[in-house]
């Protein structure tokens, strides 16, 4: 191993006049299979002397392209960022392990120590955690400051993998991101072990990830501890009442706080403005939206965080959509004490649909919760995409064919078996099917799982836009399709939530929505299912995740 002069090293990263500098290759959708397809990157890490950040999002690197990398890496052990997001594109899960091991074990030999280390949206799953285990136990990582790991399908034994990485010796992080992750309960929990023994915290995200309020509960336990606290954003997990109570503990010093289709209800939502009455003055971002809450406990949130002197000139953004705000008084009333901040329009049914709060919601989430969790391994090892979970594919044969093996692993090589007319062939498989909503559910799913691969492949673009035509022929032939077409496909859009708990999104969503951007002004296209996703995506925009936000503002048609 070569041997380095810490303290000079020490000196020149803490010099005032510092230039950041590194090499950027972000973007260029350069396929990286061996040395050669490297050596440009390698090059460039070659001369450049202050190597402080690599960044090489939007490539994909095979295992020997990751190792001539790393080599070039061994000689820089000022290197502090790296941003490796998106990189893995297409390749099969058995090359990310060593690829990242490989990278690991260069910046180890190094004696470099990281600031910032992003591996969002490479869906390597657990065994992607396994071959990143090293670096994170090292010294590489023991001043890391920000560890991003949004949308990697990790699932709870990930999670669990994570955690004992990170626990390996006490950590200073800033910045924890690990949205659309599957962690549920039991992974929140081991995260959150982690948590209590740090203080340093100041921004955690972790949306869409299955976690009920057992989980909350523990995080908020562990956040009690990191007084820095200052952004948490828990968007579409299910804090209930019971986490809000538990949530509302640790509110005292937040500015951000995004706690979105959360189903809070109203009895969460006062729960969390008994909180901001003792203690809102920090507080600049508020996001409650979609919550089924009523007009009273809406009226009691706003209260309590314009309760303060500066309340209102502090706030530069409350959400409230989604919920029942009660008739033009009532939104008068809100609009008036938030000002220029509030984002204000009424969600779906009844005020009185959302008043009552009955502690049932709980139950059944607990006891899904644990028929969930006994499979949960098996699917965290088998899923390839955003949320590692199970398709549900309710009324198709799950026989052994190419179709059959497509529609449970939807990736672009299964997809490559069912020939030049996969369309057809998908849809022949798919017309066994005698029950309405079920031939529907199928069609739909079927439809957004090749949708969901368009970006990786043309070929897939081709089969999706094949597939929405068909869809629209054979929902059309059913009693009652056009409710039934309309709710299944906002649920696989991800725009209103499934009543089925066994149902999750599974496709690649930005994908999901450039195909449809392409197809939904087609005269096949019924218009009033047009007019309902358009009306819904406008409602639900803020609170989408920004890949999908920012593909959906591609497609005028959506807007």
Not at 110 to 123: E, I, K, P, Y
Not at 205 to 222: E, F
Not at 510 to 520: D, E, K, Q
Request: glycine share 6%; charged share 25%.
């Amino acid at each position: 191993m070569t041997s380095f002069d810490l303290n000079a090293i020490t000196q020149a990263l803490n010099d005032p006049k510092r230039v950041t500098s590194g090499v950027d290759f972000s973007g260029k959708s350069l396929k990286l299979d061996n040395n050669n397809d490297a050596q440009p990157i390698v090059d460039a890490i070659n001369k450049c002397p202050d190597l402080q950040y690599l960044t090489l999002t939007g490539n994909t690197l095979g295992v020997s392209a990751a190792e001539a990398i790393a080599k070039a890496l061994e000689h820089h052990p000022e290197f502090t960022i790296a941003r490796f997001s998106d990189m893995f594109t297409g390749r099969m899960k058995t090359e990310i392990p060593p690829a990242l091991k490989a990278l690991g074990d260069g910046m180890i030999t190094a004696g470099a120590r990281l600031q910032v280390l992003d591996l969002s949206d490479n869906a390597f799953g657990p065994i992607g955690v396994e071959g990143l285990a090293k670096l994170l136990e090292s010294e590489v990582c023991s001043e890391l400051q920000e560890l991003r790991l949004n949308n990697n399908g990790l699932g709870i034994t990930g999670g669990k993998l994570l955690a004992k990485a990170l626990s390996s010796k006490p950590r200073k992080l800033k910045v924890f991101i690990a949205g659309r992750n599957r962690l549920e309960n039991d992974g929140a929990k081991a995260l959150a072990a982690v948590f209590k023994n740090m203080d340093t915290l100041e921004e955690v995200a972790m949306p869409q990830n299955g976690i009920y309020h057992v989980g909350i509960s523990a995080l908020s336990d562990a956040f009690k501890n990191n007084p820095n606290l200052a952004i948490l954003n828990l968007n579409d997990n299910t804090i209930g009442a019971k986490g809000a109570e538990a949530i509302a503990a640790v509110l005292h010093n937040l500015k951000t706080i995004n706690f979105g289709d959360c189903l809070l209800k109203s009895k969460g939502a006062k729960a969390l403005a008994t909180a901001f009455r003792e203690s809102s003055q920090a507080l600049v971002s508020l996001d409650l939206s979609h919550n089924e809450i009523g007009k009273e406990a809406c009226m009691e949130v706003v209260n309590a965080i314009t309760s303060f002197p500066d309340g209102a000139d502090r706030l530069s953004r409350v959400v409230l959509a989604g919920n029942s705000l009660g008739n033009a008084v009532h939104k008068k009333t809100m609009k008036d004490k938030l000002g220029s901040c509030a984002e204000l329009s009424d969600g779906e049914g009844s005020d009185d649909d959302y008043v009552s709060d009955s502690g049932e919601e709980d139950e059944q989430s607990d006891e899904s919760q644990n028929s969930e969790n006994e499979d949960d391994t098996q699917s965290d090892i088998m899923s390839e995409n955003i949320k590692n979970i199970s398709q549900d594919t309710s009324g198709v044969e799950e026989i052994d064919t190419e179709v059959g093996k497509f529609l449970r692993e939807p990736t672009v090589d299964n997809l490559k078996t069912l020939g030049t007319n996969a369309a057809d062939v998908i849809d022949t498989h798919l017309q066994v099917i005698k029950e309405p909503s079920e031939l529907i559910q199928a069609y739909v799913d079927a439809t957004l799982c090749v949708s969901g691969l368009s970006e990786r492949s043309q070929e897939a673009a081709v089969v999706a836009c094949r597939l929405y035509p068909l869809l629209m022929k054979r929902a059309g032939q059913q009693h009652a399709a056009a409710w039934l077409l309309a709710n299944t496909m906002l649920k696989g859009l991800g725009l209103i939530k499934a009543e089925n708990k066994e149902y999750k999104i599974r496709w690649h969503l930005p994908s999901c929505y450039r195909t449809l951007g392409a197809v939904v002004t087609q005269s096949y296209f019924p218009t009033a299912l047009r007019d309902t996703i358009q009306f819904f995506v406008k409602s639900k925009l803020p609170t989408l995740p920004t890949d999908v936000a920012e593909e959906i503002r591609k497609h005028p048609c959506f807007t």
